[in-house]
Nanobody, 116 residues
Framework: QVQLVESGGGLVQAGGSLRLSCAAS????????MGWYRQAPGKQRELVAD???????NYAESVKGRFTISRDSAKNTVYLQMNGLKPEDTGVYYC??????????WGKGTLVTVSS
């Protein structure tokens, strides 16, 4: 059974930084595209960034140049370094694993609040 556990959310002032972590249990990490999604109040969940097993990255336009996604295969962990945070970055951030089998796995989410 795959479990994804996020951590690192919190309250930060605009312009500040946070680093989110997602620890994955199970055997899918090495073969999965790992991603971070977010859902703001009243909005749909959207992709923030993802990273393949070959370390190819993809970012939403709104976070390019501010956020960095990375993964550590030895720790089965994916990170999201968020710099220059803006109030519009506020939301629940979810870790996602898209396995080679085609199955999507989700964490329970961690709340990020950016105050102006």
């Amino acid at each position: 059974q795959v479990q994804l556990v996020e951590s690192g959310g919190g309250l930060v002032q605009a312009g500040g930084s946070l680093r989110l972590s997602c620890a994955a249990s199970g055997s899918v990490f090495s073969r999965s595209v790992m991603g971070w999604y977010r859902q703001a109040p009243g909005k749909q969940r959207e992709l923030v960034a993802d990273i393949t097993s070959g370390l190819r990255t993809n970012y939403a336009e709104s976070v390019k140049g501010r956020f960095t996604i990375s993964r550590d295969s030895a720790k089965n962990t994916v990170y999201l370094q968020m710099n220059g945070l803006k109030p519009e970055d506020t939301g629940v951030y979810y870790c996602n694993a898209f396995a080679s089998s085609g199955v999507n796995y989700w964490g329970k989410g961690t709340l990020v609040t950016v105050s102006s």
